[in-house]
């Protein structure tokens, strides 16, 4: 007996059905976007083995990464979400305690200090699961809300 792993890219825009199978998370299917809530932030370049464990007073890219998510986009909905960008920026923990993410969004909207993590259960069990993209959510229009209230088929 094999097994064999494979994942569904649903598109995220309001009311698209399209769905794609892929192997690897990572491959990206042909002519779909991937938004992510951490593109602003730059990708460091290599560092030389001697000099990784130097920690300067700066957060890591993983630290600053902290609280991300993705949404993904078919090529009939590229620009769905380009007036409502999500922007997460992950800020210091103190070890032993929870990470914490600022979330906003391209449209200009602050939207606070959010726990990263993902919600067990909850009286409100609308919208993601994840705490920081719950908060964006929650600030979208009706119809850009869709993508985290559709049927799971």
Same mark, same amino acid.
């Given at each position: 007996?094999?097994?064999?792993?494979?994942?569904?890219?649903?598109?995220?825009?309001?009311?698209?059905?399209?769905?794609?199978?892929?192997?690897?998370?990572?491959?990206?299917?042909?002519?779909?976007?991937?938004?992510?809530?951490?593109?602003?932030?730059?990708?460091?370049?290599?560092?030389?083995?001697?000099?990784?464990?130097?920690?300067?007073?700066?957060?890591?890219?993983?630290?600053?990464?902290?609280?991300?998510?993705?949404?993904?986009?078919?090529?009939?909905?590229?620009?769905?979400?380009?007036? /409502? @960008? #999500?922007?997460?920026?992950?800020? +210091? *923990?103190?070890?032993?305690?929870?990470?914490?993410?600022?979330?906003?969004?391209?449209?200009?909207?602050?939207?606070?200090?959010?726990?990263?993590?993902?919600?067990?259960?909850?009286?409100?069990?609308?919208?993601?699961?994840?705490?920081?993209?719950?908060?964006?959510?929650? /600030? @979208? #229009?009706?119809?850009?809300?869709? +993508? *985290?209230?559709?049927?799971?088929?």
């Amino acid at each position: 007996m094999s097994t064999e792993t494979v994942y569904r890219f649903r598109c995220d825009a309001p009311h698209c059905t399209a769905a794609v199978l892929v192997e690897d998370l990572k491959d990206v299917p042909e002519g779909w976007r991937t938004i992510k809530s951490t593109d602003h932030i730059p990708v460091p370049p290599p560092r030389a083995p001697w000099d990784r464990n130097r920690r300067t007073n700066r957060l890591s890219y993983g630290e600053r990464c902290r609280g991300d998510f993705s949404l993904h986009l078919c090529p009939e909905h590229p620009d769905t979400f380009n007036t /409502h @960008l #999500p922007i997460t920026e992950g800020l +210091y *923990a103190r070890p032993g305690k929870d990470g914490q993410a600022e979330v906003s969004c391209s449209c200009g909207a602050k939207l606070g200090w959010v726990t990263t993590g993902y919600r067990l259960a909850s009286e409100d069990m609308t919208g993601p699961s994840q705490y920081t993209e719950k908060a964006w959510w929650r /600030h @979208l #229009p009706a119809e850009l809300q869709w +993508y *985290a209230q559709r049927d799971a088929a």
